[in-house]
Structures are given as C-alpha cells and as structure tokens.
C-alpha cells in the first residue's frame, strides 16, 4: 500500500506552519493576529494527526513499525511541544525552531516515499509495542526540544544577553524527557524479555539508547552538583541530540546492526 496521499497533508501542514510562523513573527503585540497564526499551527498539527489516525486504520495496525512512520509521530509530538511552550512561555524563536524540525522531518518522507505493509512480525504482535514506541518517541521529541533551548541559550550567552529562565526551561524538558526514557527502557526490557526470552542482550539499539539514557543523566548531574556552571552542561545538551539521533535510526546504518533484532524496516 503506497502513501495514502501523504504528500496532500504534508504540503497543506508545511504551508500551515510557515504561514503561523510568519504571522506570529509580524504580530507583535497584535494579540488578534497572533491568535490567528497559533491557528495555522494547530491546523498543521490537526493535518498530519489526520493522516496518521487514517493510515491507521487503514493498515489495522498502529503506524509504528518503520522509520518513516515514527517520524509522522515525531513530528506530531515535536510541533505539539513547540505550540505548548510557546502558549506557556512565549518563546516564539523556539517554536518557530521547533515547527522548522518538523518541517525538515516531514520533507524527508516526502523525498523517501515508503510502501506501507498491514502484516507485522510476530515480535511485533506483542502489548508492549505501541506504548514502548509511543513513549521513546516522545521522549525524543521533548529531549530533541531541550537541545533546542540548549543550543538557543549558547547563542544568547556568546552573542546576546543570557537569560537564565531558558535554561530552567531545558533542565525541566530534560527531567520530563529523561522519565519518559527512562519507562521506555522498561517497556522495552519487558517486551525482550516476553519475545526473545532476555531482558537486555547488549543488541546495537539497546546499547546506544543506555549511551542516551546516559549522558542526559550526565547532564543532570551536572546541573543538581554544578549549579552555577552554564556553558559546559548546555554544550552537553546541544550535542546529545546527536547520540539521540544515532540511537533512533544512526544506528540502522552502521555495520552491527545487520544482526539486531530491532531493524524492521526503513
């Protein structure tokens, strides 16, 4: 089964997201246009959640086997985070940073089209499945966010006026971030254990996500001993999006993962 008109909503969320960031970024303190411009977000959102919740059914299964199909629900939870912390806190860079990822995601499944499939191995047949996956890629998307404001307060602290509530906002996100982790590892060490007999078996993917769980809690260590100390824990941050991103899918690429129970599809 091709994509069922993926391209359609993809193009209607892109534009609905590009014209919300433009409207926001002119509105200033015109209260009417910016809600008009948080309206075109929302509807960017409603977009692509309309997609997913159709190819659902559909397949008559969750969309959450193949890379591409994760990254629908990445760009969801990432665009969502983006409007919910602009809503709290009005940080109208961030969003538009944020908006810009899911963007970036978005075009590149329209450049790698998938051939979507209704049949699932049966270790992925398992309860388990939906709820490991949905709360690692959330995970990803809130700590992807955090690397964000990370990377927006390096820039404040080297070229403008450093402004310490973004980065309580980052500690918050990679708290929230790390706790879903965290029961992702579990769902996923009950889930081996309840398919291949083991609850950790050192495969590529589990040992780059212990490499990710890792060094967030490196990054808040850091924080809770060295509170007073800024640029190296925000330089961590910055860069454990990359960790993250290998963890995800960096991993399908490299050599030892031809031999990991956890390649299902691109």
Partial sequence: MPWINFHVFAIISILLWF???????LAGKRTGLEWIGLAFVCLGIISILYFVITLWINLARPPLRTLGETRLWYTIFLS?????IYLRWKYKTLMIFALGMAILFILVNL???ETYEKTLIPALQSPWFVPHVIVYILSYAILAFSSIVAAYSLFNLYFRTMNNATVRLADNLVYLGFAFLTMGLLFGA????EAWGHYWTWDPKETWAFLTWLIYLLYMHFRIFQPKKIKAPLWI?????????????GINYLPSAANSVHVYGD
Avoid at 19 to 25: C, E, N, R, Y
Avoid at 190 to 193: G, I, P, Q
């Fill in 237 to 249: 941050l910055s860069l454990a999006f990359i960790v993250l991103m290998i963890c995800w899918f």
């Fill in 80 to 84: 969502a985070i983006g409007l919910i």
């Fill in 19 to 25: 014209a919300g960031s433009m409207v926001i970024g």
């Fill in 111 to 113: 450049l790698h089209p």
């Fill in 190 to 193: 009950l889930w081996a254990k």
